[in-house]
């Protein structure tokens, strides 16, 4: 089928019925209802590639995340889709699971199809190397019209989402002192990822402006997951004796520590406390409740789509600051 053949059944122009088709509003009634009925009536389907490159850009905007199971990703995600779905356009979708060499294959693979925005949303690596081929992709992708955002650290040259990892973590830490703990340990992800280290260096300041001896504070390196969290839990058991309270710098981890914790008899919060950060959705059917520390995650998603969607290209990045809050509930508690 021919869009010649579907102007002429509109009784329209081609131009006319390109128009339409390819999504402009400068088409209005009655021409416009009648080429899209001839269109569905004809079976009609556009070709999205030639329009792609008759545009410059396609009506598909890139996601790229760490892990889609994740309720920290898919959170931020749906706060992507819905200002994606709102301006008509489609997300197409890449999970990286944490992989930096899949995360360069995808933002490469996005380029090539032309994608009109793309936003990737992960912690940066201490791997520098790989920092630099991210951010000259991306050079060459603003360079050919394309405007892309990041959510996580500002080292890309894009826009930028920037949660305040260090600054919650001192908070956090600085509250728990006040509920009278003075023995930590951190369950922290691996050692070059920087909002694992971003919040780990904001707790130990926070407990240092408590006048808290950072030297003895444990701090256990692992996987920023779940199981990650679950194992480093049954390391502190084994080591012994547990501190009064364990800070895990995600709450997916916080989680997995949870269930190791009661595995091993452990009970949260009367043998020891427990907190997270980001404060994911499913935190709400957890007993004991968990204290986080909040991240707005679905408006920060929205937030980089407006950045990358609404943003004339060729302008100066910006760099939007997410406060975080902390929120003390059950899992941690005040010590007598």
Same mark, same amino acid.
């Given at each position: 089928?021919?869009?010649?053949?579907?102007?002429?059944?509109?009784?329209?122009? %081609?131009? @006319?019925?390109?128009?339409?088709?390819?999504?402009?509003?400068?088409?209005?009634?009655?021409?416009?209802?009648?080429?899209?009925?001839? +269109?569905?009536? %004809?079976?009609?389907?556009?070709?999205?590639?030639?329009?792609?490159? #008759?545009?410059?850009?396609?009506?598909?905007?890139?996601?790229?995340?760490?892990?889609?199971?994740?309720?920290?990703?898919?959170?931020?995600?749906?706060?992507?889709?819905?200002?994606?779905?709102?301006?008509?356009?489609?997300?197409?979708? +890449?999970?990286?699971?944490?992989?930096?060499?899949?995360?360069?294959?995808?933002?490469? @693979?996005?380029?090539?199809?032309?994608?009109?925005?793309?936003?990737?949303?992960?912690?940066?690596? &201490?791997?520098?190397?790989?920092?630099?081929?991210?951010?000259?992709?991306?050079?060459?992708?603003? +360079?050919?019209?394309?405007?892309? +955002?990041?959510?996580?650290?500002?080292?890309?040259? &894009?826009?930028?989402?920037?949660?305040?990892?260090? @600054?919650? #973590?001192?908070?956090?830490?600085?509250?728990?002192?006040?509920?009278?703990?003075?023995?930590?340990?951190?369950? #922290?992800?691996?050692?070059?990822?920087? &909002?694992?280290?971003?919040?780990?260096?904001?707790?130990?300041?926070?407990?240092?402006?408590?006048?808290?001896?950072?030297? $003895?504070?444990?701090?256990?390196?692992?996987?920023?997951?779940?199981?990650?969290?679950?194992?480093?839990?049954?390391?502190?058991?084994?080591?012994?004796?547990?501190?009064?309270?364990?800070?895990?710098?995600?709450?997916?981890?916080?989680?997995?520590?949870?269930?190791?914790?009661?595995?091993?008899?452990?009970?949260?919060?009367? $043998?020891?406390?427990?907190?997270?950060?980001?404060?994911?959705?499913?935190?709400?059917?957890?007993?004991?409740?968990?204290?986080?520390?909040?991240?707005?995650?679905?408006?920060?998603? #929205?937030?980089?789509?407006?950045?990358?969607?609404?943003?004339?290209?060729? @302008?100066?990045?910006?760099?939007?600051?997410?406060?975080?809050?902390?929120?003390?509930?059950?899992? &941690?508690?005040?010590?007598?």
């Amino acid at each position: 089928m021919l869009l010649s053949e579907v102007a002429a059944h509109a009784g329209v122009s %081609l131009a @006319t019925a390109s128009r339409v088709l390819s999504g402009s509003r400068s088409v209005g009634e009655p021409h416009r209802g009648r080429v899209l009925a001839a +269109a569905q009536e %004809l079976r009609y389907t556009p070709n999205a590639q030639a329009q792609a490159v #008759a545009r410059g850009a396609s009506n598909v905007v890139g996601l790229i995340i760490h892990d889609v199971l994740d309720p920290y990703f898919s959170s931020i995600a749906g706060g992507v889709m819905r200002q994606v779905e709102e301006r008509e356009l489609v997300v197409f979708l +890449a999970s990286t699971h944490s992989d930096v060499d899949r995360e360069l294959e995808f933002v490469q @693979t996005m380029r090539s199809h032309r994608v009109r925005a793309l936003i990737i949303c992960g912690s940066r690596t &201490t791997d520098r190397a790989h920092n630099e081929r991210l951010a000259h992709e991306l050079e060459g992708y603003a +360079a050919a019209g394309g405007q892309a +955002a990041v959510i996580s650290q500002d080292r890309l040259g &894009t826009h930028a989402v920037v949660p305040q990892n260090r @600054t919650g #973590a001192r908070a956090l830490a600085r509250e728990l002192c006040r509920l009278g703990h003075r023995r930590f340990a951190v369950l #922290a992800g691996p050692r070059g990822l920087l &909002t694992s280290r971003d919040r780990l260096t904001g707790f130990r300041e926070g407990l240092v402006a408590e006048g808290v001896d950072v030297a $003895d504070l444990q701090v256990l390196h692992g996987e920023f997951t779940r199981e990650g969290g679950e194992s480093l839990a049954a390391r502190l058991i084994a080591q012994g004796p547990l501190p009064t309270c364990v800070f895990a710098v995600n709450d997916v981890m916080a989680l997995g520590a949870l269930a190791g914790f009661r595995a091993a008899g452990v009970r949260v919060p009367d $043998d020891v406390s427990l907190a997270g950060f980001d404060d994911i959705a499913p935190l709400r059917d957890v007993v004991p409740s968990l204290t986080s520390v909040h991240l707005p995650l679905e408006e920060m998603g #929205a937030r980089a789509a407006q950045l990358a969607l609404d943003t004339e290209p060729q @302008t100066t990045s910006q760099a939007v600051k997410v406060h975080a809050e902390v929120v003390l509930r059950d899992s &941690t508690r005040r010590l007598a």
